[in-house]
């Protein structure tokens, strides 16, 4: 079966840091492009980072550039968010998104990647 699962969501106080994972589950990152989305309260999935399995180029959205990195460890079939300098703004629930072909980063939408885990929340308080 293939799965997504996310972890490492929690609860900080503002300027914090957390460190998200997405695990692969029945299948490779081999030829794949992974997207972190998020979900806050009363808004929209907003993609707010990608990473190609394959040459591990990136994307982000502008409001996290520079605070959030996204990486990839091949071996564990993982791809990370690392989170420093936390926002209020920030707090929402985190999904992971996969998808077949690594060229194309930063899909835009979560159907336009197929696969996606449950989520985990992170909450960020000032």
């Known amino acids: 079966e293939v799965q997504l699962v996310e972890s490492g969501g929690g609860s900080v106080q503002a300027g914090g840091s957390l460190r998200l994972s997405c695990a692969a589950s029945g299948f490779t990152f081999d030829d794949y492009a992974i997207g972190w989305f998020r979900q806050a309260p009363g808004k929209g999935q907003e993609e707010i980072s990608c990473?190609?399995?394959?040459?591990?180029?990136?994307g982000y959205e502008t409001s996290v550039k520079g605070r959030f990195t996204i990486s990839i460890n091949n071996a564990k079939d993982t791809v990370y968010l690392q989170m420093n300098g936390l926002k209020p703004e920030d707090t929402a629930v985190y999904y992971c998104?996969?998808?077949?072909?690594?060229?194309?980063?930063?899909?835009?939408?979560?159907?336009?990647?197929?696969?996606w885990g449950q989520g985990t929340q992170v909450t960020v308080s000032s």
């Open positions: 990473i190609g399995s394959r040459d591990g180029s990136t």
């Open positions: 998104a996969a998808a077949s072909g690594s060229d194309h980063l930063c899909r835009g939408a979560m159907d336009d990647y197929g696969n």
